[in-house]
């Protein structure tokens, strides 16, 4: 039942622009996967999965689901269920008849509708509401019933637009894993748009990263993590966002503030001019003694203790402060021992976990 | 009127509790400023209502009483009027003519409107600027000057002196403004819904019918009540299009009871008051959703 | 692979095939309407503007129909004095005031719609702002409030011309018993004029109470508050929130009202029909006696309709673009 997803150059372009919303974008999806949209507002990753759902015109390229070009097909003979970021329930049916709608449409049996929405029902928990409207539920129901609704269709591929962004954090983090819990066990293809990297990185088998409707790079969430291909992915991916910064070069060293951080020798040959854009997270950063070899130095300014975890925010000291792209530099430090404010801290970069890009394009240098 | 007043001021008070629960009304109402909102609005139900009691209490009076310069609420009151109106005249047929032809015109006519504001609602087709242009321009170019190009229009059809062409001429009248209101109400139904219902499996006309139609009934419900009444109330044209006595709607029929200089408003009052009932009994299924209804259609233009 | 290139080269002419399929619907949806608008009112109206290039009337129209049946039947001869191009004949008499009394009835449209549309406008926002407070009985209140717009027009002005009947009226009555003289009321321009704008203003409060209701429901209630936390009074709130709040609805129901007052027939010709001596004739009901009443002029009747037009575009135009200035776009 479960199928592949291809997409082929697939571009939209939108009437009265020249910019594409979404510039030919080559994605391949396994049977079964769980495939992650990710990006910024506007990136182009719902107009991605409007496409593929058939709401949205194929500008040029193809989408294929399966072996079959689906690229002008009407959203109902693509054999997909889609789940809408507001739930789009319909008002004024009964859950039940909201789950079974499209069933009706397709002239299934009444008998048949029955047994697949209670099936459903059931794995969702929602068989004490199939008889209420959508006005009557709260937030986690109306999501359940939208996901019921994409289940009892057994769709090739399931569609989710943002499903969770209305819910509550706490509702958020425990319907993230049931989600990514019942497409495993339903193994049916999936294609799940969202602006949370954390959702991205929890739920998906794969990743695919977009921005400025252009693919940056898809792999599996520690593919990403570990080895972002441009300055964009290391940013984007991870929480506390990783520490970046351009900096001079000379010597085989970059001047991080105070600090000579020696660079691979496959970096600074890959180099062309005298800067470079490195980039280290914070869980990387060890504080040192002073006067450690490439410790960077830095002024504790807040401390955010999460319990289990603590990160530290802090100001470049030195010359080249101003040379970080956001305000501070995050370390992850122990917990329940942080620094003062004020206090002066010394930091190293743990060995081999530098990322090195190239200041112009941004794309990512070897380092080894 | 202040006696009335009084007795509604307890509820009043106990009432700002819930309007602070809603941030609603906020400002602590003193009991003069309550009085006041009170005997304001008395005042302009009473201006809103004193016309129709008067017409409607007169129409129970002898011709005499009613054409009295005293001010009498009953005199002699009877149904006597009633009486010479519906058995004397032909008015019990005019009253079905408009039925006919009001009924006609609120079934086309919110059709017409629904179809055509959802559709310059929802699909970008090449035209629809120019549409929403052209139906503000028709309500710009007055109507008793559109009269005789109508009738001539008419006559070409064979429709002259039939009911049909007062359901069509009632439609261009009425249609352009509900179009554009059922386009401002479709507006605010979500797109969403529309994408689901394609991802179920309906096609646009079956997206229009069964999910859009049943979620937009206040604005369904105003346009309903603008088409009837834009039927119901009609005059010129019916004068204008119907010859026969037998095809007159109520409206045009009403005027032969005022001839020049001398209106027999024994009969007129009655006929009046008979003309309002039906009005009266669409106003109050529609009253609920006007408020909705309608400004959907206004913000959105 | 090769097995799918046909299929995309099947799919490739689809793409015109595409843009119907998107739009068919769409102008299936429209063409109704749009059928029944053009034959009843696009055509008339640009029949209209060639009209009031000619002198067309009743006398002379026989034959204009007989030459576009083109040599039917025998008795069918060219009229001598058949309608013809007048140029701007018609537009220099109407203006000149040579026919009709175009300026006097220019003037009552003006305060006539003026008057109307202003006294709307403020009582339906006085009734709206009420109304959205919350307290008991408030929805008898509205409904109540909403019947005159149930009321069929011409009843309406029955009514009211009854009340204000000189002889037996109930508002001369009331004046008698006050100890004042009754109001000879259609005797004077003005005093008639009143009484067709009460009547007026009456029949149209209603429609613009129901529409601010709603726009006034549609202000989010935070901005109320945030406004409070900032010391605004009352009275601030109301110019600072409700007013700007009002605005896309207001910005609508003005012009729509204007449009409406301004080519509201049944109220003036039931009413006053124009008495004194057609001293309170507007436009339309103006045009529709001096062009229908004995001879039809067409020629005349498409003329005012042309200058009807043509003024309320200029408005709605001007109206736009104020209104766009303050950054307001509808």
Request: hydrophobic share 45%; proline share 5%.
């Amino acid at each position: 039942m479960s199928t592949t997803v291809t997409f082929d150059s697939a571009t939209r372009i939108y009437p009265g622009s020249t910019v594409p919303a979404v510039d030919s974008l080559d994605l391949e999806i396994d049977e079964g996967e769980f495939l992650v949209l990710v990006g910024p507002s506007g990136c182009g990753k719902s107009t991605s999965l409007r496409m593929l759902a058939g709401l949205e015109d194929v500008s040029s390229g193809r989408i294929l689901i399966g072996d079959r070009d689906v690229t002008h097909l009407r959203p109902k003979e693509r054999d997909i269920a889609m789940v809408f970021q507001n739930y789009a329930l319909y008002p004024h049916m009964s859950v039940a008849e909201n789950m079974g709608f499209a069933l009706k449409i397709a002239g299934v049996h009444k008998s048949e509708i029955e047994t697949r929405v209670r099936e459903a029902a059931k794995i969702l928990d929602l068989e004490p509401y199939l008889e209420r409207k959508p006005k009557a539920l709260s937030g986690g129901q109306r999501q359940r019933v939208a996901m019921g609704r994409a289940i009892v269709r057994q769709p090739q591929v399931f569609l989710m637009d943002e499903p969770l962004s209305n819910l509550d954090a706490k509702l958020r983090v425990s319907t993230r894993t049931q989600i990514a819990s019942l497409q495993r066990r339903l193994g049916i293809t999936t294609v799940y748009v969202t602006h949370d990297q954390v959702e991205a990185m929890t739920m998906g088998d794969r990743v695919a990263v977009l921005k400025d409707g252009l693919l940056q790079q898809v792999g599996t969430p520690l593919d990403l993590y570990d080895k972002p291909a441009n300055m964009f992915v290391a940013g984007f991916i991870g929480s506390p966002s990783m520490n970046i910064g351009t900096f001079t070069v000379s010597g085989g060293h970059a001047h991080i503030g105070s600090a000579e951080v020696a660079l691979p020798r496959v970096t600074t040959d890959a180099l062309s001019g005298g800067e470079i854009t490195l980039g280290f997270r914070p869980e990387t950063l060890e504080a040192v003694a002073e006067g450690t070899a490439g410790a960077i130095e830095v002024e504790a300014l807040v401390a955010e203790e999460l319990g289990s975890d603590a990160f530290l925010y802090a100001s470049l000291l030195g010359s080249d402060s101003e040379r970080l792209s956001s305000e501070h530099i995050v370390a992850r430090v122990a917990p329940r021992a942080v620094p003062q404010k004020g206090e002066k801290v010394w930091l190293r970069i743990a060995e081999g976990q530098l990322h090195a890009f190239d200041p112009t394009t941004g794309a990512v240098l070897p380092t080894g | 009127m202040a006696t009335v007043v009084v007795p509604e001021q307890a509820p009043t008070g106990a009432d700002r509790g819930v309007g602070r629960g809603r941030g609603r009304g906020r400002e602590d109402r003193s009991l003069l400023a309550s009085v006041g909102l009170h005997a304001t609005l008395l005042a302009c139900v009473f201006i809103a209502l004193f016309p129709v009691v008067w017409v409607l209490l007169s129409s129970f009076k002898p011709q005499y009483a009613i054409q009295s310069t005293k001010i009498q609420l009953f005199v002699d009151p009877s149904f006597d009027n009633y009486r010479h109106v519906l058995m004397d005249t032909s008015f019990p047929r005019w009253f079905l003519n408009s039925v006919i032809v009001a009924a006609f015109t609120m079934v086309i006519g919110i059709s017409m409107s629904a179809t055509a504001g959802y559709a310059m609602s929802r699909f970008n087709f090449p035209g629809r600027r120019g549409l929403m242009w052209v139906f503000l321009v028709t309500q710009m170019f007055p109507v008793a000057i559109l009269i005789v190009p109508i009738y001539t229009i008419m006559s070409k059809l064979h429709l002259i002196d039939t009911l049909p062409s007062l359901v069509i001429a009632y439609c261009t009248v009425a249609v352009p403004f509900c179009a554009w209101m059922m386009r401002g109400y479709f507006d605010t139904i979500p797109k969403e819904l529309d994408e689901a219902a394609a991802l179920d499996g309906l096609g646009p006309f079956g997206t229009f019918w069964r999910v859009v139609l049943p979620l937009a009934r206040p604005g369904l419900a105003v346009t309903a009540f603008y088409t009837f009444l834009t039927a119901w109330g009609e005059v010129a044209y019916a004068i204008a299009f119907i010859s026969s006595d037998k095809k007159l709607t109520m409206g045009a029929g009403l005027q032969q009871f005022v001839p020049q200089f001398n209106p027999q408003w024994d009969l007129l009052t009655p006929g009046a008051v008979i003309i309002m009932i039906p009005a009266a009994i669409v106003f109050f299924f529609a009253q609920k959703h006007l408020v909705a209804g309608l400004t959907a259609g206004g913000t959105k233009g | 692979m090769s097995e799918e290139h046909p299929a995309v080269e099947y799919r490739q002419p689809g793409r015109l095939r595409r843009t119907f399929d998107k739009n068919w619907y769409a102008w299936a949806m429209v063409v109704p309407t749009v059928v029944v608008l053009a034959a009843l009112i696009i055509y008339p109206l640009f029949q209209g503007v060639f009209q009031s290039f000619t002198n067309l009337d009743e006398g002379n129209k026989q034959e204009t129909i007989c030459t576009k049946t083109l040599g039917g039947g025998e008795e069918c001869k060219p009229n001598p004095k058949k309608s013809e191009f007048v140029g701007l004949q018609n537009y220099k008499e109407v203006l000149t005031g040579e026919r009709g009394h175009f300026w006097l009835w220019f003037t009552n449209t003006i305060v006539w719609t003026v008057s109307c549309v202003v006294f709307h406008f403020s009582i339906g926002l006085g009734l709206a702002v009420m109304l959205n407070r919350r307290f008991k009985g408030r929805s008898l209140y509205r409904v109540l409030l909403i019947v005159p717009w149930a009321v069929p027009a011409f009843v309406s002005a029955f009514a009211w011309k009854f009340l204000f009947n000189p002889r037996f009226g109930l508002i001369n009555s009331v004046l008698n018993d006050l100890g004042m003289d009754g109001v000879q009321w259609f005797n004077h321009r003005w005093t008639a004029m009143f009484a067709a704008v009460v009547t007026n203003i009456w029949l149209g409060v209603p429609f613009m109470m129901v529409a601010l209701l709603g726009g006034l429901q549609a202000i989010p209630q935070d901005l109320y508050e945030a406004a409070e936390m900032d010391g605004a009074t009352a009275w601030q709130r109301f110019r600072n929130v409700t007013l700007p709040g009002l605005r896309p609805v207001s910005a609508t129901v003005i012009l729509l009202g204007t449009i409406w007052t301004f080519n509201m027939f049944p109220i003036i010709f039931f009413v006053t029909g124009g008495e004194p001596a057609g001293q309170t004739e507007i436009l339309v009901t103006g045009a529709f006696r001096a062009a229908f009443e004995g001879r039809r002029q067409y020629a005349l009747a498409a003329t005012y309709g042309v200058l009807i037009l043509s003024m309320l575009m200029v408005f709605a135009s001007v109206y736009r673009r104020a209104l766009r200035r303050q950054g307001e776009v509808f």
